[in-house]
């Protein structure tokens, strides 16, 4: 276990180059346990790109990730998740023609206690294995409160509903560290009063939250520290009060006055670089 | 009314009414030749539901699966006639020897995409192929004669009524071994890798290792057909593990409906005995089946019973007190579980 200075994820000066391009530059953070983190900044600051190093489905080109003091950097994503790091995706990624259920099951892969032949036979340990991962399914999704048929294809069910679904299988994974890219994406009004509630739950649970979010009210109201991203720098990192009146955020978010003729996301790049 | 018809379709009964379907045919028709179709039908069907793992469960395109078939074959073929190994002894080896070969085959290839991964398969089991022709121990292009029927001890099974019999049994356990894996947590895991790679990964799921974990099974499926093949036929040679062979089981896999257990067993017998029954049209019998095959997949491209992602009986409500199942309750609530 961790010691009370070594932060649960440590990122340290995390590198992304895809041939010229460089997505992420130089970006260091860390999230001690139970924290709540949002990651924001404008489209293509390499919010995703960076959870995406994070959680190993791009190997960095340079810097480390570390979970509890351990070297995580370049391990495969099925490797990070173990370690207990889950996440949800921006654009999502349910299994769409399996049950909401069975959605749910995936997150419980690894700590299911059954192997072939136990399903070949259907011995006992089949049984009971079966039977606890589907109640800890449905308890997932009274956790995130999902109203929907939960024996029908995930795909059927209303966006909202698919969103609850997908942190509920991140949930059924036991993770340690939770990155939700873009939870509040496409809900309405209430929907994203019942995510600022969910996540507050989350965090009860003493889950660490990391968050990619765009709607500034979510984020002010729910996270503890704030990082943002700019081009793939980190240009500030600090409480939502301090990060609300950076000047540097400031104007990564808004441009400056006499780069408005070339467009906001132009001026930065000669303001911040 | 449709809804009780439905009910029994995806009954659990359903399996033992397929067995029931297999152990009475022989009353209605049992000449040889009708014999021979039949028990061709039932190899056709372990083959399938063994790709089906592969294609249906894990969304991998095998386009060589034939060499599984033609592995099982010849392991135990040679095994039986140059080294009088009675047919049931050579099964661990047969498992073996396909264990080995989905590992070689799979090993390297299942980091590649879907495509470039059938591509391989395709000249896999041609190179399978190509080698049992030219090699001495396999009996070159004329392959092995007198493989021996099953027997248990005094019991002789290679009559054909008892060989009928035999491979019923042998293609039930399969039938029944490939669904119980398909509704485990390794056949979810297969299903996760088919539907979402990344996904998957995310949860844990180390996509290489299920992947292969597919194609072994498949390989054993396959290898453990190619010793009933043997033993029905007698004969083995090059000639009988064709592109055609893996081109028609790939075929009884998508009729009936890829990863539906029933779709595919119904699929194979279907692609085994209509070239048999279309006898009465001569020469045009393939001509007719091949208009048959695009009419079924114009009308039903899902397969003739495809997959539905349902669950009987989701949840027990420990805390419901509101009575038994009436009708006006939600599907979660609707009966016990399914396993139970």
């Known amino acids: 276990m961790s010691t009370d200075n070594t932060p649960l994820l440590q990122v340290q000066d995390l590198r992304l180059a895809f041939g010229g391009v460089t997505a992420v530059d130089g970006l260091t953070f860390a999230v001690q346990p139970g924290d709540i983190l949002s990651v924001i900044g404008p489209n293509g600051a390499g919010k995703t790109s960076a959870f995406n190093c994070i959680t190993g489905f791009y190997k960095p080109t340079g810097g480390s990730v570390r979970l509890d003091g351990e070297d995580i950097t370049r391990l495969r994503p099925s490797a990070v998740a173990a370690k207990g790091v889950s996440r949800t995706f921006q654009n999502l990624r349910l299994f769409g023609e399996l049950t909401v259920l069975d959605n749910v099951r995936a997150g419980m892969h690894l700590r299911m206690k059954q192997n072939a032949f136990d399903a070949l036979l259907h011995t006992p340990r089949y049984r009971r294995s079966e039977r606890i991962a589907t109640e800890e399914a449905h308890r997932w999704l009274d956790f995130v409160g999902l109203r929907g048929d939960r024996a029908a294809e995930a795909r059927n069910l209303p966006y909202g509903e698919q969103r609850r679904v997908e942190i509920a299988r991140a949930l059924a994974r036991g993770p340690r560290l939770l990155l939700l890219d873009e939870p509040a994406a496409g809900l309405n009004h209430s929907e994203k009063q019942e995510l600022l509630d969910l996540l507050h739950r989350i965090g009860e649970l003493g889950v660490a939250l990391v968050l990619i979010e765009h709607d500034m009210g979510l984020v002010m109201q729910v996270s503890r520290r704030i990082v943002v991203l700019n081009f793939g720098k980190e240009i500030a990192d600090g409480t939502p009060e301090q990060v609300r009146n950076d000047p540097a955020v400031v104007e990564a978010y808004l441009g400056t006055d006499e780069d408005e003729d070339s467009g906001p996301q132009a001026g930065t790049v000669e303001e911040v670089q | ?340």
């Open chain 2, 1 to 340: 009314m449709a809804s009780k018809f439905s009910a029994l379709l995806e009954s659990r009964y359903l399996g033992w009414i397929g067995l029931a379907i297999a152990l009475l045919a022989p009353f209605v028709t049992a000449t040889n030749y009708s014999l021979s179709v039949m028990t061709s039908a039932l190899l056709f069907v372990m083959l399938a539901v063994g790709l089906n793992i592969v294609v249906g469960y894990c969304g991998l395109l095998d386009l060589g699966y034939a060499a599984f078939f033609a592995i099982g074959a010849y392991t135990s073929g040679v095994l039986a006639t140059r080294y009088d190994w009675s047919l049931l002894a050579t099964i661990p080896v047969v498992i073996a020897a396909a264990v080995v070969a989905g590992v070689i085959i799979g090993g390297p290839t299942l980091r590649l995409r879907s495509d470039y991964l059938a591509i391989v398969t395709l000249g896999f089991g041609e190179i399978i192929r190509i080698t049992a022709n030219n090699l001495e121990i396999t009996g070159g292009p004329s392959g092995i004669f007198g493989i021996p029927g099953i027997t248990i001890g005094p019991l002789d099974l290679s009559t054909p009524v008892a060989f009928y019999y035999t491979c019923v049994v042998a293609v039930g356990l399969a039938v029944l071994g490939a669904s119980r894996l398909g509704r485990s947590r390794l056949g979810r895991a297969w299903r996760f890798v088919r539907e979402d790679e990344d996904a998957a990964e995310a949860m844990g799921i180390h996509t290489y290792k299920v992947k292969l974990a597919a194609y072994i099974a498949g390989a054993i499926w396959g290898g453990l057909a190619g010793i009933l093949f043997g033993a029905q036929l007698t004969a083995i040679s090059p000639q009988s593990f064709t592109f055609l062979w893996s081109a028609l089981i790939l075929m009884a896999v998508v009729l009936g409906g890829m990863g539906s257990t029933p779709g595919v067993v119904i699929g194979a017998v279907f692609v085994s005995v209509a070239p048999e029954l279309l006898r009465g049209v001569a020469d045009y019998r393939y001509f007719v089946f091949g208009v048959l095959l695009i009419v079924v997949m114009i009308f039903r491209p899902q397969g003739v019973w495809p997959t539905r992602a349902a669950e009987r009986a989701p949840r027990k409500r420990r805390t419901t007190k509101d009575g038994p199942g009436g009708p006006g309750q939600s599907p979660q609530d609707r009966t016990v579980e399914a396993g139970s």
